[in-house]
């Protein structure tokens, strides 16, 4: 059912106490009155017959007090005072006696006698607990005529919203009731009414049968369930559950969670829950838990990485894992001290995403008592591994994935790096360079740029090529021209105006997706069309977007990243199909990360009150070998963590996975079309001179090799200058 109408709100007013003003009315103002007891007897009458009819109402004799208010009703000379009195506990005992038709004429009377009683909660129960005593048509209709009704009180509308959705779901209309109390919290003019509405659902729910909060509980997902009306639900099932010791840890950690990050207008409700239940089954002590940012300019992704996590507790816990999961929001300012009390069977802590955040954790002293899993690129030196461990990637792991794709599946071994002159762009080009130099013997050309003068970038690409094709020709020079005889004779200096012949196959770009849409369109420009483009995990965001790319450009380019949407693991697709059904839309890294974090962690299991970094590393080496979600993440035996990154390639509509069968051979093919096209320059520009000298082009070209002089074999120096190993050398010497 869909509800339009727009809420009012009117004031809420206090019913006076009646028998003051009925004492207040027949009291005189400083002059003594005697009368005879003839004139007393029919006043005296009345007030013995309300005597009565109140006594009955506070011992619980509804039926007797309905009766008794009844008569007095019949009185003629009743005041006003005391008719809003009789109108108002006939109303009320009529409606708990059972008589909801005349309890519903009886409030109309009382609120005609006294307009704003309708206003005041005693109105509004009287009235919820006359309608649910009607025939379910009859309800219907009134319930429907009183929400629509905006000259009505917003709190009785509120409540005829809150039947009708309690209605809707007991006839299968779930779904769409939950959606309509959603709407209706969200419309609630203040604190005071949202507090009104989450106490009458939890009190409903509380009278919900199981198989009715079975159903409701479906509707639960780890993103609604600290929102109303879904927080209730998880209350009153957690409430349940609770019953049973052996589900009280996954219990607490329900309402633990809700306490914790829940936004309900009333917390005093949970507190209610709560605290009994602790005082008899006490705080749980095992159990994981997560140091997140929850506000601030770090909350999305905190609430991604718990979004996550949520749903691998969630899985877990159905699947008969017990333990508890608590949060801690790091941008609360009392964050450490909650961190310093979490029991020492809250082993392990995902987080936290900050170095600062790290660095005070580390100077309390707080990795001593709880192992922490860092959703940080690096941790400080002699800590991986011992006082704490890394779960996310390092920049070390990016270049590393680039590296072996590059040479091991394209044959790769010659590298260049043009970074931004900036401390990430300088940080990881060194880091490229130092790797690269490791793994392949030989040197990393670097040069950069200014970052923030796109004006200059064409010229600085055209300038890192014409170095790199120098140090090509002094490296064809000592050598002898080896390799591509193509080029070999390009270096004769009989040929102008060709392309340029870097000595590096593939380009490390350090940099934004939306820089290199300009940069890399300059090596083009400067006809170099072979070079593979490096990338880091910075150009997923700006590919995300989705926008149309000039596709030819990025044939060549790849970057790594933690999340594969295209490929997914029997992991990734549970994941999927959970936030499918839960209407979440589509996981990222930062969910991967939650859901992957909380599943290693349960699988480790609980350790014992002595461990130490040996005990975490050990359980490390076999829990590791899950069906990951993400990038999977391996820990040696010291404990220091390596991610095996996924690849990807810009594509027109963002980017797709990489396949290193299909991308060596498109290089393979672009570099052949390109020596096509140098072949084709040099044949136009030898018969053109072979035209100018008047002779044939064979003649031109016999008289060119003739001409051609030899290359002295390379020394010592040169071979270690360009490390060519592998070719004759003389000695010293001879230089």
């Known amino acids: ?41 029919p006043r005296g009458a009345e007030q013995q017959l309300y005597k009565q009819a109140r006594a009955a109402y506070d011992s619980g004799d509804y039926i007797s007090a309905s009766s ?72 219907l209709t009134i319930l429907e005529s009183t ?101 009280w ?88 001290q909650e961190l310093a009390a979490l029991p020492e069977g809250f082993t392990i802590v995902g987080g936290p995403l900050r170095k600062e955040i790290f660095r005070r954790i580390y100077e309390r002293d707080l990795t001593e008592k709880h192992a922490f899993f860092s959703f940080l690129s690096s941790l400080p030196a002699g800590t991986e591994g011992n006082d704490a461990w890394r779960f996310f990637s390092s920049p070390k792991d990016q270049v590393q994935t680039l590296l072996n794709f590059a040479q091991f599946d394209l044959g ?67 050598s002898g021209n080896v390799g591509n005889p193509l080029y070999a004779k390009m270096n004769t200096g009989q040929y102008e105006d060709m392309p340029y012949q870097p000595a590096f196959q593939a380009v490390f770009l350090p940099d934004s997706w939306k820089n290199m849409e300009s940069i890399i369109p300059h090596f083009f420009f400067h006809q170099e069309d072979r070079a593979v483009f490096l990338g880091t995990a910075l150009w997923e965001q700006g590919l995300s977007a989705g926008r149309k790319l000039e596709s030819r450009y990025y044939k060549l380019a790849v970057f790594p990243g933690i999340w594969n949407p295209f490929t997914p693991t029997n992991a990734s697709k549970q994941l999927v199909e959970e936030m499918d059904d839960a209407g979440l839309g589509k996981p990222d890294a930062w969910v991967g990360l939650g859901y992957d974090f ?32 993400i990038a999977p993440i391996t820990w040696d035996a010291d404990g220091n963590a390596t991610e095996n990154l996924f690849l990807f390639r810009p594509s027109k509509n963002g980017f797709v996975p990489v396949n290193p069968e299909s991308f060596s051979n498109r290089v393979n093919t672009v570099r052949i079309r390109h020596d096509e096209r140098i072949q084709m320059m040099m044949d136009e520009a030898d018969t053109k001179k072979a035209e100018e000298l008047g002779i044939s082009l064979e003649e031109y ?35």
């Open 701 to 735: 070209r016999r008289q060119q090799a003739t001409a051609a002089s030899s290359t002295r074999p390379i020394t010592t120096a040169e071979a270690e200058k360009y490390g060519l190993f592998s070719f004759e050398t003389t000695p010293a010497t001879s230089q």
């Open 68 to 139: 008794l208010f009844d008569r007095l009703l019949q009185k003629k000379n009743l005041s006003e005072p005391e008719k809003r009195s009789a109108w108002r506990y006939f109303a009320l005992s009529t409606i708990k006696s059972g008589k909801a038709f005349l309890g519903l004429q009886a409030l109309d009377k009382w609120q005609a006698s006294q307009p704003n009683a309708i206003d005041t909660t005693e109105w509004q129960d009287a009235w919820v607990l006359a309608v649910k005593q009607l025939p379910q048509n009859k309800a």
């Open 412 to 478: 790769i071994n010659k590298f260049a790096a043009l970074y931004p002159n900036e401390n990430y762009g300088k940080h990881m080009a060194q880091l490229f360079a130092e790797l690269a130099q490791q793994q392949t013997q030989s040197s990393v050309l670097t040069a950069s740029y200014a970052p923030k003068d796109p004006q200059g970038w064409s010229k600085d690409v055209k300038n890192l090529l014409i170095k790199s094709d120098q140090e090509n020709k002094e490296l064809q020079a000592v």
């Open 249 to 336: 840890p996954s219990a607490w950690a329900a309402i633990e969670r809700l306490r914790t990050l829940g936004k309900l207008a009333d917390p005093t409700i949970i507190d209610s829950v709560l605290a009994p239940l602790q005082q008899e089954f006490g705080e749980p002590t095992q159990g994981i838990a997560l140091a997140l940012p929850l506000t601030g300019p770090y909350g999305n992704i905190g609430w991604k990485i718990l979004r996550g996590a949520g749903i691998a507790h969630w899985q877990l816990t159905n699947n008969g894992y017990n333990f508890a999961l608590k949060v801690i929001n790091t941008e609360s300012p009392t964050w450490e």
């Open 598 to 629: 909380i599943r290693l962690a349960a699988s480790m299991g609980s350790m014992p009150a002595d461990w130490d970094d040996d005990t975490v590393n050990a359980e490390l080496a076999s829990a590791q070998h899950m069906d990951w979600s």
């Open 1 to 41: 059912m869909k509800y339009t109408s727009s809420l009012s709100l009117r004031g809420v007013t206090i019913t006076l106490m009646v028998m003051a003003l009925t004492v207040a009315s027949l009291s005189g103002c400083g002059k003594q009155v005697i009368v005879t007891p003839q004139a007393t007897s």
């Open 147 to 247: 929400y629509n009704n905006t000259s009505k009180p917003w709190g009785l509308r509120a409540n005829a919203a809150l039947l009708l959705a309690g209605v809707e779901w007991k006839k299968g209309n779930t779904g769409a009731a939950l959606t309509s109390l959603e709407s209706l919290y969200a419309k609630a003019p203040n604190t005071k009414y949202r507090a009104a509405l989450e106490r009458r659902l939890f009190s409903e729910l509380k009278d919900a049968d199981a198989q009715l909060l079975a159903t409701l509980s479906g509707f639960l997902t780890p993103e609604n369930e600290i929102t109303y009306p879904y927080s209730l639900i998880l209350l009153e099932k957690a409430h349940r559950a609770a019953g049973d010791k052996q589900n």
